[in-house]
């Protein structure tokens, strides 16, 4: 498979698909952070030539403040169907609704006819809710801001959660389906496989 892995940081993802990938497979990283950027292009793409990353200069309030593009208007800078799987890991858990509606509309774009995804994100449902409620959550949406929940409202960026169906909507809307929910452990329940919440999408 030909792998977009978006908010890409360092690499750490791509520690798993190094070995994993044939030669002949595609993996194409972004991130808003440049030093991130600059240390997977000097360490990662010089051993592993058909691994490439970009660093886009995007605004976000805690990650990239100096960035010049809003989130609303960057274009990922692929081609219509370039790749067979994308992956979001701590993406959307820093992003407002509208940039995320953005997003999943050049995630659809991206992706082929019947490509996967995996995105890991804040679910607000009734469970989380309640474990928010009764202080065992590690985070504590509590202030609403634009179609989500930020934990800071002087930072909204440092930690956004969105409803549960809401968010799941957005996807289904723009052409991915969800394949499974996967709950995480931020809120504080007993039954996960991560710490975020774990969406895998097909188109």
């Known amino acids: 498979d030909n792998v977009l892995d978006v908010g890409c940081g360092f690499g750490r993802m791509t ?31 010089t051993r592993f030539p058909n691994f490439q990353f970009r ?52 995630i659809r774009r991206v992706l082929k006819p019947g490509g996967r995804g995996l995105i890991t994100c804040f679910l607000l449902n009734s469970e989380s809710v309640t474990l928010i409620d009764s202080g065992k959550s590690t985070l504590d949406f509590s202030y609403p801001h634009g179609d989500g929940k930020v934990v800071d409202r002087g930072n909204p960026d440092y930690a956004v959660g969105f409803d ?28 996960y496989v991560s710490y975020q919440d774990i969406l895998i999408v097909q188109g």
């Not at 992956?87 to 820093?94: I, R």
């Open 15 to 45: 520690y798993g698909l190094v070995k994993y990938l044939d030669v002949s497979a595609r993996y194409e990283g972004f991130d808003i952070i440049p030093d991130l950027i600059t240390w997977a292009q000097q360490e990662i793409s």
């Open 164 to 191: 549960d169906h809401l968010f799941k909507d957005w996807l289904e809307m723009r052409g991915l389906a969800v394949a499974d929910t996967l709950y995480g452990s931020w809120c504080g329940r007993g039954d």
């Open 55 to 106: 660093q886009a200069p995007v605004f976000n309030s805690f990650y990239n403040p100096t960035g010049h593009l809003k989130p609303t208007e960057f274009v990922f800078p692929y081609q219509d169907d370039s790749f067979e799987f994308v992956l979001l890991t701590s993406v959307f858990t820093h992003m407002s609704g509208d940039a995320v509606r953005h997003y999943i509309s050049e």
